[in-house]
């Protein structure tokens, strides 16, 4: 009698639903990808960005327990810097490597080969490029923005730093999985 109450009350719910027109749950809205211009200002800029913002994937040269001001100042092609609040004199600098699932031919660039690139083919301003981004955070020693700058530039990677790279595989397998629709385990 209990089972029949329950396939009754079911059958109810679904013809209701029917002949009211409920409609079906929606699938979840999907999440909008970043744009390259989230992670590369124009030079001179400031943005006022909380630290987690900064995405450092591995660290050289600074401690991970330091705290980071809240103004994060713009590179050129992708470096950002920070100034660490609690350490004198130093400076956090975050080298960006993007690495695209789409538009462009897959491989990890900087930032700057990255924009050669998308000249060299070139991919529209408005392209929807799927892409995980990983950042490399190393220590500068520096009294003003203006020194922190110059040896944020003068101290950038020519090649990914092996640290990052064995770090970025990882992320970039979990990425790919995702994009192909395949469960993280």
Known sequence: MNARATFAR?????????LLGAASPKPPA???QPRLTD?????GTQSA??????????????????RLDTLVY???????????TNADSLWAVDYTWIYPHSVFPPRWYD?????QA???????????????????????????????RAEALKNWPPIMP????????????????????????
Not at 10 to 18: C, K
Not at 162 to 171: E, S
């Open 10 to 18: 079911a059958l109810l719910a679904a013809l209701s639903a029917v």
């Open 30 to 32: 999907p999440v909008p």
């Open 39 to 43: 992670f590369i200002a124009p030079p």
């Open 49 to 66: 960005f909380q630290p987690f913002m900064l995405h450092a994937d591995v660290w050289i040269g600074i401690d991970k327990r330091a």
């Open 74 to 84: 713009a590179l050129e092609n992708g470096a950002r810097t920070c100034r660490v």
């Open 111 to 115: 930032a700057q080969a990255l924009l």
């Open 118 to 148: 998308g000249d060299s083919i070139s991919v529209p301003e408005d392209a929807v490029i799927q892409f995980t981004f990983g950042t490399c955070r190393i220590g500068v020693r520096a009294h003003d923005y203006a020194s922190a």
């Open 162 to 185: 092996q640290r990052l790279a064995g770090r970025l595989r990882l992320k970039l397998e979990r990425a790919q999985r995702v994009l192909r629709g395949e469960p993280l385990e």
